[in-house]
């Protein structure tokens, strides 16, 4: 599955579930968490069940009620039997968090008569403060799909709003921010940005997609469909980047017994060949030539 554009559609509503799942994200997120009251939760589930029912996709995930909340098992084990791609994990605290609804998935899964590991998981591992104590998700599961980051929730866990008054993430914020990053790294998975709140304003999503690409992120959560090209556009490596990793890795496919190379007047040495493989694959990943 790409994730480079992953749009939220409130699963209370079956106007927005169909539009949504015509948009053409990469993923659709059909959401029975924070976009669902108390009161709508089990009318929600059942209307995911019942708009999943007979497709025959593979971009379709679903974000269930968190393990401390009275709805999560159910939650759970009506997703499974809906045959989603993932299950989004909200609030996720850690690796011993995500191994229990692991395991819950492969029994309900064997229930269903589904292959074992058919349906992946995507945890927010930095929505809560706690959090950041359990980042270490190498060889987790088979099912980790990636690693997101939700900047709205740990900022309210911490009391404190997303953004200061410059519009940046305040401190706290970005320090989340950058845990999740290179957790994702060290477990070899993409990492998915928090979503920009303001739909409204295609400019800050702009800028604010463009940097999270440089910084590392696979892709970003859009709450809007309008949201989608630009944040696809955003980490769609350009002609110019894709270019100079060709020339990185034909340069020391010439030479593969070199440390260092020159390219351009430009030393280059393994990490410009880690990035450049990076480059490829995400061009590959989003159907640009590679």
């Not at 002609?239 to 010439?254: L, N, T």
Request: aromatic content about 4%; hydrophobic content about 50%.
């Amino acid at each position: 599955m790409k994730l480079r554009t992953l749009l939220f559609a409130p699963g209370d509503s079956p106007r927005k579930i169909a539009k949504a799942l015509a948009a053409g994200a990469d993923g659709t997120i059909l959401d029975l968490e924070d976009s669902v009251g108390p009161a709508g939760k089990v009318a929600a589930r059942d209307l995911v069940a019942a708009a999943l029912a007979g497709l025959d996709r593979d971009d379709i995930l679903i974000r269930i009620n968190a393990r401390t909340t009275p709805w999560h098992l159910t939650d759970l084990a009506a997703a499974v039997k809906a045959r989603p791609a993932a299950i989004v994990l909200p609030k996720c605290t850690g690796p011993a968090d995500f191994s229990i609804p692991d395991h819950q998935i492969s029994a309900l899964e064997a229930a269903h008569g589904l292959p074992q590991g058919r349906i992946a998981i995507l945890p927010l591992v930095t929505e809560t403060a706690a959090s950041i104590h359990g980042l270490d998700y190498r060889g987790v599961s088979s099912r980790l799909l990636a690693l997101a980051f939700g900047a709205e929730d740990i900022a309210g866990d911490h009391g404190v709003a997303p953004r200061n008054r410059a519009g940046l993430f305040s401190a706290p914020v970005m320090q989340a921010r950058a845990m999740t990053l290179l957790a994702a790294t060290a477990a070899g998975v993409p990492v998915i940005d928090t979503p920009f709140a303001d739909p409204r304003d295609g400019a800050g999503l702009d800028r604010e997609a463009r940097a999270a690409a440089e910084d590392g992120f696979s892709g970003r959560f859009c709450i809007h469909p309008d949201q989608i090209d630009p944040v696809r556009r955003a980490f769609a490596p350009g002609p110019e980047r894709i270019a100079w990793a060709r020339a990185v890795r034909d340069a020391f496919a010439a030479s593969p017994e070199a440390g260092v190379l020159t390219l351009d007047g430009r030393m280059i040495e393994a990490m410009h060949l880690r990035l450049a493989y990076k480059i490829l694959a995400q061009a590959d990943a989003g159907g640009d030539p590679a």
